[in-house]
C-alpha cells in the first residue's frame, strides 16, 4: 500500500496515476501481399516478420527508420477497405526526404503547406514546424503524409517519458555504460576526456543490438 493509499489522498500527479499506452502497431488492409512487400521495402523500412500465423493468417510488419511504432498488413487481419488508410510520417528535413524516396522510385506529389490561409504549394516560406507536407501512395492507395517537423509544441514531449520509455530506463542505460567506460579506461590506462561521445555511442549501439564500444 502506498502512501497516497493509505491517506486516502490524490496521486502526486496525474501522470502517476495514467498507465502508459504507446502505439505499437497500425494494421493497413492490402490487395497483393508480395507487391507491398516489395514496396515497403523499396522505401527502405525495416522488415520485422514474415510469417504465418496459421492456416489462412499471413502477418509482415514493418517499422519505418527511427519509428517505434510499425505497420502490418496480410491475410486474416482486418477488413478494412483497400486504400481507407492515411498515416503521418514526421521527417526533419522534408526535402532531403523527399528526394530518398524519389531517388528509390517512389512517386511522391508535390511540396505544400498549411497556414493561417489554409493549404498553399510549396514549402512553407519559413519552414515552420508542422508546416511543409507532401504524400506518396502504396500500390493499393494507402496514403502516407510526411509531415516536417522541427521543433514540437508546447506540451507534446512529456519530461518524463524519453525514446527509452522512461528516466528510469534511460538511467539505467546511463549506468550501464558508465561501467563498460570504466573497463574502457582501464585499458587505455587513462582518463577519458571524449566519455560522453564514448556514452552516446554505447547507449546507442546498445538499443540497437548492435557492437559495443571497446
Known sequence: MTANEASGSAPASKASAQAEMKVEV????????????EFYSKLGWRLD?????????????????GSWCSIQFGTGLTSAALGSSK??????????TR????????KVGD??????????????????????????????GNVWLLQEVTTRLP???????????SVRDLANAMRRASVAHGEHEKRIG?????????????IVAEQAGGELPQ
Do not use: C
Open 111 to 140: 511540396f505544400f503547406h498549411i497556414g493561417p490561409e489554409g493549404r498553399s504549394s510549396g514549402l512553407d516560406p519559413k519552414r515552420a514546424s508542422y508546416r511543409s507536407r507532401a504524400t506518396f501512395s502504396d500500390p493499393d
Open 87 to 96: 498515416a503521418y510520417l514526421v521527417v526533419a528535413d522534408i526535402v532531403a
Open 99 to 106: 528526394e530518398r524516396l524519389v531517388a528509390a522510385g517512389i
Open 190 to 202: 587513462a582518463a577519458d576526456p571524449n566519455w560522453p561521445d564514448w556514452y552516446a555511442e554505447y
Open 155 to 165: 506540451g507534446r514531449i512529456d519530461a518524463g517519458v524519453s525514446p527509452f520509455g
Open 49 to 65: 516478420a514474415d510469417s504465418m500465423l496459421g492456416d489462412d493468417v499471413r502477418r509482415v510488419q514493418f517499422t519505418p527508420p
Open 26 to 37: 497500425i494494421v493497413i488492409s492490402v490487395s497483393d501481399i508480395d507487391r507491398a512487400k
